[in-house]
């Protein structure tokens, strides 16, 4: 740069004297001088202004770039930086918050690409945000700036429209504030923080930046430039501020701005990020918000109008009084044209349906309308079948009685689809229904809009969008009649349920199109007539559930049928879950299914038939921990099992020889007689879970080689009668390698553990659904192929947890390592929840390993770094009231386990809980060091010895919470 540039900074002020002093400081210490630095006043109170003059003039008198200028009249924050920017004389512009840093390189930086590059219209740095007194703000909400600054500022420029979409995919301003960037005066040709007649206040910065580059680029360095302060009085924490903020935020993303920024609006993910703003807007003022959004994003909403053949809507009613009118009415409403007509077959119904729909005809003579009264029910299928045969028109309409349609134009939407060859099916969305039939699919504003809002919400986004499905709902369903019949109808033996997944399939088979139409919503009140004669339709709806399956058997064979989530979610991508549409909870078909895509041939279930009537020997491993009278039990539940081949290792860590005799007492007496069973007893440090369990499986690996199966059972368990015999059949007949099943409560008959989660408490009334594969592995019930042992860790537990999570982790590997895993509800055992540990959260020590454990976890298998910091951020706010409020050994607990994890101390832990003696010296000394003040790892010794002291102080616990928090951000940015 030969000749130094002219740089104007530019501090609107209102009542900040102290803060304004600090930006001040910054400025003139600046490595590059400004050409002029301007404070404009905007507080119009003569002794609140007199303190900003005495800070300016303090510099101005060493300074004389330093300006001080005093407005006339209150223009507001906007106003004033507005004001600032036609007061500057200077050829490039640094706006710089009266309570915002800047650092000593910063002109000099950020001038430089300006004067060097004539594209380039935007220089920036990196933001660093800070509170009033300049410690770090690790709040999760900054997490996308400092993506941003990850993603980008890299010391390199930046094409301007790529940068703007990244900035409003992610919906964070990306410089910060306007203390973040530096521009020349004469590129700013359009009107300041204005866009035609909407005028931004609270992102006035966020306007400019993308005004000025939209046509060119951004240039961005790696260096943090700018410290921006967060604190209680700033403009933007202003309700009105916030108010005018959000609705900002909405006409960012509106089509008409977008378009002048020449954005494509398909790549900001648009509809997610005004639903966004809108959920996060506080409830005092959410209505305004709402209301702006209904005004400018939904006023102008279109219809689809076009000229169309007749459509017969086909109903079947039983003891549908309850929605029949609604429906009908809903119909009425509805763009009909003279050819269109209702078909409602009712079945029977023994309530007012009947005359319901009569008197409707009478009112609505303009509506075609045929009722018939079917003088038996026959069920839903055939029912359709019969209507069809009595409609006149080419395209048909399957809807449930309890439907309402929404969508004025869902006719003329279905006929626009239909027409093609290609299509064979089309569905509207509802807020009951299955997969992308779903509504909250395409929105999170079910609960938020009236029906016909959010009706209007979907077409903003879902005009003319045509979602591809391998399954539609069968509580609206448009087709061609021709199609209907082509593929014989609706077949009558589904007689209630399981017709649209049949259909679907034979649409898949024929390579048509099966279309969900997210701008068509139709409520729908699910099942509301079977609530008059709900046993009986749970009783027909099994029925077709068990003839559907038939059905699949025939075509792919017993044991190969795919998934339902391989037939009709595939895209979806979650295999661990239960097959919630099939709830074969009975037991029939229970192996259906061919769980893992492998093919097995016509002689495999004989074959494994033969290995399970070999009775193959089961070797259970526990590990006792003063649990002998748990053991007692657990031993009797097996030898009382008819199951004949079960071996028993016990792996004994008491380190207690009182416990030890007691328990080999035990174990004799209860196998005494036993000649198959027999048990081993180890001596054991106390090595953990982790370690008395890899004890025992290495004992069975050189000891037991009859063994077939290993058995991973707690010691506060016990086996139910068919456990056994059970688990081998789920490995064997679904030829996977590890199994575990249903856990009931010890004392009684709640859930503990379902395949999905474990219940500390247990649940009631949990539904069955099958087998299937987990999402959860409980660590006191794992069945395993001793074969599969070889395949996965070893040891097979890390010890390094010691106690609590070792299974998590168990899960994480058996996944990775492609180890094949079933859970089957028809079997169970019975589990003492803490039985060895004086309970899960009532027990201080194990409480400290839950609290350490958990953090490794976090850390070990969560891949995005931004992700793994909210987590912990929100696990450890969280634990910190839940120590408190579990007593003081918990928060003692608690702090340890925080502590050990960021020194990462691992394994077991002799000590801890400290002296209370040891821990009040060693805290004076440091509070005598003033290494705390300058050494992280002596400062967060300091905050863990402070809070250690106060475990019932919430702000003293929060701050050493915090220090790690700080570290972990640190590391991130």
């Not at 039939?437 to 029906?451: A, G, H, P, W």
């Not at 005799?661 to 196998?671: A, I, N, R, Y």
């Not at 004992?699 to 009668?721: A, G, H, R």
């Amino acid at each position: 740069m030969e000749q130094i540039p002219k740089i104007s900074v530019l501090i609107p002020t209102y009542n900040r004297p102290y803060f304004l002093e600090q930006a001040l400081e910054s400025v003139v210490n600046q490595t590059l001088k400004p050409y002029e630095c301007i404070v404009a006043d905007d507080n119009l109170n003569p002794e609140e202004s007199q303190k900003n003059y005495e800070v300016v003039k303090k510099f101005s008198e060493k300074y004389p770039f330093v300006i001080y200028h005093k407005n006339e009249k209150n223009l507001g924050p906007a106003g004033n930086y507005k004001n600032l920017f036609y007061l500057a004389s200077g050829d490039f512009i640094h706006f710089l918050g009266d309570d915002d840093i800047l650092s000593p390189k910063t002109l000099e930086l950020l001038v430089k690409p300006l004067v060097e590059d004539p594209t380039v219209k935007v220089s920036a740095g990196r933001t660093l945000f800070v509170d009033e007194n300049l410690n770090l703000v690790n709040f999760p909400v900054f997490l996308n700036h400092y993506k941003i600054q990850k993603k980008y500022f890299k010391n390199q420029k930046v094409n301007g429209k790529e940068f703007i979409e990244y900035s409003l995919k992610i919906l964070a301003n990306a410089l910060g504030s306007f203390s973040g960037f530096m521009f020349r005066k004469k590129d700013v040709n359009f009107e300041l923080f204005k866009h035609k007649d909407f005028e931004f206040v609270a992102n006035a910065d966020w306007f400019l930046w993308m005004s000025l580059i939209k046509d060119g680029y951004i240039f961005l360095y790696d260096e943090f430039t700018n410290m921006y302060r967060i604190h209680q009085a700033q403009d933007n924490l202003q309700l009105s501020t916030n108010v005018k903020g959000q609705k900002e935020l909405l006409y960012f993303l509106s089509t008409g701005f977008l378009e002048d920024l020449g954005i494509d609006k398909s790549k900001i993910e648009r509809r997610v990020n005004i639903e966004k703003v809108i959920l996060e807007t506080k409830r005092d003022y959410l209505d305004y918000v709402l209301d702006f959004h209904k005004e400018n994003f939904l006023k102008n909403i279109k219809y689809l109008d076009l000229p169309r053949p007749g459509f017969s809507i086909i109903i079947i009613t039983y003891n549908s009084s309850q929605t029949i009118l609604q429906c009908l009415d809903s119909i009425n409403g509805s763009f009909l044209t003279t050819e269109d007509e209702i078909i409602i077959f009712d079945n029977n119904s023994k309530d007012q349906t009947v005359k319901i729909v009569e008197n409707y005809i009478k009112s609505n003579k303009q509506l075609n309308i045929k009722l018939v009264k079917n003088p038996e029910n026959i069920g839903y299928s055939k029912a359709v079948n019969r209507a069809a045969d009595l409609s006149k028109n080419q395209y048909l309409v399957f809807l449930n009685p309890d439907a309402k349609v929404i969508s004025k134009d869902w006719l003329n939407q279905f006929y626009n689809v239909l027409k093609n060859k290609d299509v064979g099916m089309v569905g509207a969305v509802s807020d009951v229904a299955m997969y992308k039939n779903n509504v909250n699919v395409y929105t999170s504003f079910l609960n938020m809009l009236n029906d016909e809002t959010l009706e209007k919400h979907l077409k903003l986004f879902y005009s003319n969008k045509e979602i591809e499905t391998e399954l539609l709902s069968g509580f609206c369903i448009g087709i061609k009649k021709d199609t209907f019949y082509n593929f014989g109808k609706f077949d009558e033996n589904l007689i209630l349920g399981f017709d649209d997944f049949d259909f679907s399939l034979k649409m898949q088979n024929a390579n048509l199109k099966q279309i969900v139409l997210p701008a068509v919503y139709v409520k729908h009140f699910n099942h509301k007539s079977f609530e008059t004669d709900k046993k009986n339709a749970e009783n027909l709806n099994k029925i077709s559930l068990y003839n559907f399956i038939k059905k699949l058997v025939k075509t792919y064979g017993y044991g190969n049928v795919p998934t339902p989530i391989e037939l009709f979610f595939k895209d979806v991508g979650l295999r661990n879950q239960p097959f919630y549409a099939f709830p074969l909870s009975d037991g029939r078909y229970r192996f259906v299914f061919d769980l893992f895509n492998e093919g097995k041939n016509e002689n495999f279930f004989k074959e494994k038939a033969n290995i399970i009537k070999r009775k193959p020997y089961i070797t259970i491993i526990t590990v006792n921990y003063f649990s002998s009278d748990y053991l007692g039990n657990l031993a009797k539940s097996i030898v009382k099992n008819p199951y004949p081949n079960i071996n028993l290792v016990v792996v004994d860590n008491s380190e207690d020889e009182v416990e030890y005799s007691k328990l080999d007492q035990t174990l004799k007496d209860v196998f005494k007689n036993e000649t198959t069973k027999k048990f081993y007893l180890i001596k054991n440090k106390n090595t953990g879970y982790a370690g008395g369990n890899n004890v025992g499986v290495e004992f069975v690996k050189q000891n037991l080689p009859e063994t077939q199966y290993v058995w991973i059972l707690n010691p506060d368990t016990v086996i139910s009668y068919n456990t056994p015999l059970e688990l081998i059949k789920t490995v064997e007949y679904t030829n996977s390698d590890v199994a575990t099943c249903k856990i009931l409560m010890y004392d009684n008959d709640k859930i503990q553990y379902n395949g999905m989660r474990v219940y500390t408490q247990g649940i009631d009334n949990n539904q069955d659904y099958g087998i299937f594969i987990p999402s959860a592995l409980s660590g006191s019930n794992i069945f395993i192929k001793k074969q599969i042992l070889d395949k996965l860790p070893n040891p097979l537990f890390n010890e390094e947890y010691f106690l609590y999570f070792e299974d998590n982790e168990l899960f994480i590997e058996m996944q990775k390592r492609g180890v094949k895993v079933v859970y089957t509800p028809f079997t169970f055992i019975r589990h003492k929840i803490g039985g060895t540990t004086q309970g899960y959260y009532y027990n201080p020590v194990s409480y400290y390993y839950i609290c350490r454990n958990q953090l490794y976890i976090y850390d070990n298998y969560e891949k995005d770094g931004f992700g793994n910091y909210i987590t912990l951020s929100y696990y450890l706010h969280n634990e910190l009231i839940n120590s408190i409020n579990l007593g003081t050994d918990y928060s003692l607990g608690f702090l340890k386990a925080v502590y050990d994890y960021h020194k990462g101390i691992k394994g077991k832990q002799e000590n801890i809980f400290l002296d209370k003696k040891i821990v009040k010296d060693r805290l004076k000394e440091l509070e005598k060091s003033s290494l705390k003040e300058v050494n992280s790892d002596t400062k967060f010794d300091y905050l863990f010895l402070k809070a250690y002291l106060k475990p019932k102080n919430q702000k003293v616990m929060l701050e050493f919470v915090s220090e790690i928090l700080n570290k972990k951000f640190l590391k991130l940015i």
